[in-house]
């Protein structure tokens, strides 16, 4: 049968009482003081509460946090959705930022150099959505975000043990879910120095784990705002005398001390006070609207931590510049910038060249000539009587067929097609010929009057599968465009004849 929440409170209390009942105490000490009922402390709500007087007349304070199984999920953790959301936010707005400021630099992965303005910007959100898709994932598997109410809830408040008290119940089904709950509640209890106390059948409490013995937080903890916590009604403040410690669960009124009247201040000051008070009301009401209604009833769940403002703040102006640098790109060398092209506007144009200069006293003019003259170079194109071939056996069965610059012949029955290579090849077609007969007789007359090595092909060998003419083109394929113009211009200076540059994929 499942304990309910005030019988593990007494259970928990009852067995704090005598596991503390050996402790030294003061000799003028009360004895153990004992709150067990759920009440406010310091701002968080407490369970049960154990407190008594050293020997050297501090306090020693230990509380209690019960969890039955119908409030089991205050010691089950859950993944802090909240702080993952804006821990990635803040991350994602990083990362955007050093690939904007990257692309001010690197003009390959430019935004706007690559997509243009309009589709930039939609490239930029869905640049965000990947980051922070992909950063949410990266950090929601991490423990850091792993959210305990009964732990969470010991770290806004300090005392010298803090114990978790639970139902077994609540992890008495061995199933995966339910043993990876339970290591985490022992790995957090571990490394913030709390101890587990089990309630077990017939109202045994078992103690599973002993709170630290050593604060692990270095005497420095977290506390809620007075304001974030419990509205309370604060009692008028009178100077208190110093002359020992007070009990932390006494609910005698301290003895105060009779403070002499002062003078009150003059109205003025008194408007601006009261102006001053009513402005500091106001701020605080906007900021706490900002926070959620839950905050609360889970404390700790919701703080974010001081660096998310510090790095996230300039990271959005930076990003905000970073993409405004990328998108007054510019192609054009500007004055005091670096640009990816000169700025030729200042050239003549090509259609209106400028005037020579004319030639001044003294000087020398050499007279401009050209490479080429002026007349058209002599042409001697084939005749139409062709020279008789001699004739080759198994004709149809060839597949290329060269001539070398001194007219030595070279067959191929097989050959592997240009379209294959997987990079493109160019050739110098001179022409297509419907048989591989009148391509030979072409490239015989070729060679001889021009001395210029040939190659007839099969279409099936160089462009298509399906091509059925034979190709005629001078000299071999070429890998590089600049060396097949280059023997173009070549064979076009020697014989006249243009040939046309082919790129076969």
Not at 127 to 142: I, P
Not at 166 to 171: G, M, N, R, S, T
Request: positive net charge; proline residues 7%.
């Amino acid at each position: 049968m499942p304990y309910t929440e005030q019988q593990i409170r007494g259970l928990a209390i009852n067995f704090l009482r005598f596991h503390y009942k050996l402790r030294p105490r003061h000799p003028a000490a009360a004895g153990t003081r004992i709150v067990d009922k759920p009440h406010y402390y310091q701002g968080v709500l407490i369970d049960a509460r154990l407190a008594y007087r050293r020997p050297d007349g501090s306090y020693f304070t230990a509380t209690v946090e019960a969890t039955s199984l119908d409030r089991q999920d205050e010691i089950l953790y859950q993944t802090n959705y909240w702080r993952i959301g804006a821990h990635t936010l803040v991350w994602t707005i990083v990362l955007a930022t050093v690939i904007s400021w990257a692309g001010t630099q690197v003009q390959a992965i430019n935004l706007f150099r690559r997509f243009g303005t309009p589709n930039a910007y939609l490239v930029l959100v869905l640049l965000l959505v990947v980051l922070y898709m992909m950063v949410g994932a990266t950090l929601r598997g991490l423990k850091r975000y792993r959210y305990i109410y009964a732990v969470d809830q010991f770290k806004h408040f300090y005392a010298d043990a803090q114990w978790v008290a639970y139902d077994v119940e609540i992890f008495a089904a061995d199933t995966r879910h339910t043993r990876r709950h339970y290591r985490e509640l022992e790995r957090q209890c571990v490394k913030y120095g709390f101890g587990l106390l089990a309630v077990e059948q017939d109202k045994v409490v078992r103690k599973v784990m002993s709170p630290s013995q050593v604060d692990q937080f270095g005497g420095h903890r977290i506390r809620l705002p007075r304001w974030l916590a419990r509205a309370e009604v604060a009692a008028p403040q009178v100077a208190v005398l110093p002359l020992e410690a007070i009990d932390p669960l006494t609910v005698e009124e301290p003895v105060r001390a009779v403070v002499s009247a002062s003078p009150g201040r003059p109205p003025a000051l008194r408007q601006l006070g009261k102006r001053g008070v009513l402005l500091r009301a106001r701020i605080r009401r906007f900021y706490r609207g900002l926070f959620p209604s839950g905050l609360r009833r889970r404390p700790g769940y919701y703080k974010l931590g001081g660096w998310v403002f510090i790095l996230g703040i300039p990271a959005v102006l930076l990003l905000g510049w970073g993409v405004y640098r990328q998108a007054a790109y510019s192609p054009v060398a500007l004055e005091g910038r670096k640009g990816a092209e000169p700025d030729l506007t200042i050239l003549e144009p090509t259609g209106e060249p400028a005037p020579p200069l004319a030639v001044e006293e003294g000087e020398y003019q050499r007279p401009v000539v050209d490479s080429l003259p002026e007349k058209a170079l002599p042409v001697s194109p084939p005749e139409e009587q062709l020279i008789a071939p001699a004739p080759i056996e198994n004709l149809d069965s060839l597949r290329r067929y060269r001539l070398d610059a001194d007219g030595a012949e070279r067959l191929d029955y097989d050959c592997l097609p240009l379209y294959t290579l997987g990079e493109p090849v160019y050739i110098l077609l001179f022409g297509r010929y419907a048989s591989f007969a009148t391509a030979r007789q072409w490239a015989l007359e070729l060679n001889r009057l021009y001395q210029s090595p040939v190659t007839v092909a099969a279409g099936s060998c160089v462009e298509s599968p399906t091509s059925t003419d034979y190709l005629l083109y001078i000299d071999g394929p070429t890998r590089e465009e600049g060396d097949a113009n280059l023997l173009a211009r070549t064979f076009l200076r020697r014989s006249g004849l243009e040939v046309e540059i082919v790129e076969i994929r």
